[in-house]
């Protein structure tokens, strides 16, 4: 009788076994792989219902996409700022305000270009304040972008005189800023596609997290842990302007009402719900964009199956829970499997 010793010598037995333990490595590796499945569950779900034929049609796609685009562009930013180990609370503020900006500056008379530069440039100002209120006086993220989110709310309607506007921006430069059908999905997918790339192989990617992480080491290692602060305080900020100009061009109307706390909790759930840990130190931005689908998926679902628009807030306290949960869980299994 063979020994186990000759057993496991037997030609393609351990390569075999090798091969699996290799793929499920590689999958607990990916800290997305939770909210994938998820996604890809609640999308069967919906496509195989009473109201599949209703689901699965261009319409309704491009419905989908106007729910989740914005959420995944700020998204993109709390994402790094929560691996920094903080969050910014203004973000749908900033969402609402800087398209009024560029209201203000184009009714002074400068053109629709000149216009936007400078509104984006008020998006990242806004975004170096709180960063600059964070770090200089070391008050927390918490508070400090809580009073700037009442300040841009004030700031945006005593600049609309709490009416909506229409954008003047026409032709092949509206279609770039949202008015082509598919072009909001666009500007989500290129932020995110960038920034996951500068997370994962660029030096900032290394110093954001090791600040959320562990500042005190990262300071000791020499790392400018309050400038990544600041620059991730300024992408966030960006990125909420750049939403809420691109967003509400598609619209067609600068809506002083729009944005606001739901818009940011939403990009913050499609953070959390996309694997991103709340303490810092840990997560990825392609998480995040399929945190906004699985969210934009139950939304839409639920709109098509006549379910009440109050069960939307109770499965995403659900799903928020529960994914922190899963993703518990799943870090337990890592290090566990990939000491």
Not at 3 to 11: F, I, K, N
Not at 118 to 138: D, H, K, Q
């Amino acid at each position: 009788m063979a020994s186990d010793t000759e057993l496991r010598a037997v030609p393609g037995t351990e390569p075999r076994r090798a091969a699996g333990s290799g793929l499920a490595r590689a999958l607990l590796r990916r800290r997305e792989l939770s909210i994938v499945l998820v996604a890809i569950a609640a999308f069967a779900y919906f496509s195989a219902g009473s109201y599949g034929t209703a689901f699965n049609t261009s319409n309704n796609y491009h419905i989908l996409m106007q729910y989740l685009a914005p959420w995944a562009i700020i998204g993109a930013g709390e994402t790094l700022l929560l691996i920094c180990g903080e969050i910014d609370l203004s973000a749908g503020f900033t969402y609402t305000f800087v398209p009024f900006a560029f209201m203000s500056f184009y009714n002074q008379g400068l053109d629709v270009p000149l216009s936007l530069v400078l509104a984006i440039a008020v998006a990242m100002g806004i975004g170096l304040v709180n960063g600059l209120i964070r770090t200089v006086f070391n008050l927390s993220s918490f508070i400090t972008t809580l009073g700037m989110g009442f300040f841009l709310e004030g700031m945006t309607y005593i600049q609309s005189g709490a009416e909506p506007t229409t954008p003047p921006i026409a032709g092949g430069l509206a279609d770039f800023m949202g008015g082509w059908r598919w072009s909001e999905l666009v500007w989500a997918l290129v932020i995110i596609g960038v920034m996951q790339v500068a997370l994962s192989y660029t030096k900032y990617g290394v110093y954001a997290q090791a600040s959320g992480g562990n500042p005190l080491s990262a300071a000791e290692s020499g790392i400018k842990v309050n400038r990544v602060k600041v620059a991730t305080f300024v992408l966030t900020s960006l990125f909420a302007g750049v939403a809420g100009l691109v967003d509400q061009v598609r619209v067609g109307s600068f809506d002083p009402t729009s944005g606001g706390n739901t818009m940011m909790f939403m990009a913050v759930a499609s953070a959390v719900i996309g694997g991103t840990a709340l303490l810092g130190g840990s997560g990825t931005v392609v998480g995040t964009l399929f945190g906004a689908v699985l969210l934009a998926i139950i939304q839409n679902g639920f709109t098509l199956s006549g379910v009440s628009a109050y069960a939307f807030d109770v499965v995403i306290g659900i799903a928020v829970v529960a994914a922190m949960l899963l993703n518990v869980y799943i870090s337990r299994l890592r290090r566990r499997y990939l000491r």
